[in-house]
């Protein structure tokens, strides 16, 4: 399934399994997606806005270019996704996976990044963070 600019704003998505669907440009501007399944699909550029992620599974997703301003992400897996040029800004994320992610121009300015887990380095540094952005306390950016 793939369906460009797909509105679903406010949707009740809650445990759907949607994965490898082609979503590109949708919009899931205030949808529940606790607990969706949006594994190895195709999100680039889509709309998470004020959404909720508690629980959700993106893992091996693209989503270069997704907004996610102001969204709610507890315990969600981003497990090897592209994140590129994604906009995570102000966002407190808790216990979320960003194992293997691409954050090259990630934007985290003011993000609270102290709950996440497998960040590294190198992959934080390709991202756009500022002096607000909070990271883990194990992990020490170069000069």
Known sequence: MSIEHADLREAELEGIDLSRCGLPFASFHRANCKDAVL???NLVAADFGESNLDNANLAASRLSGARFSKAMMRNTVFL?????????????????????TNLAGTDFRDADLSGTRGLFAEQIQRARVNANTRLPHDLKLRD
Do not use: E, P
């Open 39 to 41: 594994r190895r699909c």
């Open 80 to 100: 090897g996704s592209d994140l590129s040029n994604a906009n995570f800004r102000g966002l407190k994320m808790v216990n979320c996976d960003l194992s293997g």
